[in-house]
């Protein structure tokens, strides 16, 4: 079946960077995109950018500008997020999300990482 | 950037009863191809969210009947004809038309 799998919760000081992978399952990876989006504890979802496993293009939310870099490895259908300078409100957990080409729609998503960046 | 309204923020439903939720967009979502670019998601506890409604009122793959969207331009409902226990969590609505893309604040419908 159609799986998206991430890699596990990171601990990280301001300042530094993380790097979250999403791999993929079930489907012909580059026949698709991925999306980020992350949650905040207790808050809502927050889209975060999106790349097309197709041809590597990418769409990234204007607040993430400068910080944040997706990128895709077809040959392991993986996926990557990094997110550089970290803050204490980038906290959150990230979800990747197949996003359906010219659909726009996410799915599946991916169970989850946890982020924190605590000093 | 696009400002998504969800009404109420949280419901609480007897099983067996009907519920709605509303979205709505600070710009029209209706794009120049003629669809409409509003989605509808269910984060269910402890759970990364699921799709349920795509392009306003198409419910997505093994989603029950019982769920409904309906709306245009920039006035958006989500409808559950009868709840069941398994539709507790957080609903939103998001939009794709404009970058960055948005979701509502979340509804979340508990039972009684």
């Known amino acids: 079946q159609v799986q998206l799998v991430q890699s596990g919760a990171e601990v990280k000081k301001p300042g530094a960077s993380v790097k979250v992978s999403c791999k993929a399952s079930g489907y012909t990876f580059t026949s698709y995109g991925i999306s980020w989006v992350r949650q905040a504890p207790g808050q809502g979802l927050e889209w975060m950018g999106w790349?097309?496993?197709?041809?590597?293009?990418?769409n990234y939310a204007q607040k993430l500008q400068g910080r944040v870099t997706m990128t895709t490895d077809t040959s392991t259908s993986t996926a990557y997020m990094e997110l550089r300078s970290l803050r204490s409100d980038d906290t959150a957990v990230y979800y990747c999300?197949?996003?359906?080409?010219?659909?726009?729609?996410?799915?599946?998503w991916g169970q989850g990482t946890l982020v924190t960046v605590s000093s | 950037d696009i400002v998504m309204t969800q009404t109420p923020l949280s419901l609480s439903v007897t099983p067996g009863q009907p519920a709605s939720i509303s979205c709505k967009s600070s710009q029209s979502l209706l794009h120049s191809d003629g669809k409409t670019y509003l989605y509808w998601y269910l984060q269910k506890p402890g759970q990364p969210p699921q799709l349920l409604i795509y392009e306003v009122s198409n419910r997505f793959s093994g989603v029950p009947d019982r769920f409904s969207g309906s709306g245009s331009g920039t006035d958006f409902t989500l409808k559950i004809s009868r709840v069941e226990a398994e539709d507790v969590g957080v609903y939103y609505c998001m939009q794709s038309i404009q970058l960055p893309w948005t979701f509502g604040q979340g509804t979340k419908v508990e039972i009684k």
């Open positions: 999300a197949r996003l359906e080409l010219g659909m726009d729609w996410f799915d599946p």
């Open positions: 790349i097309s496993a197709y041809n590597g293009n990418t």
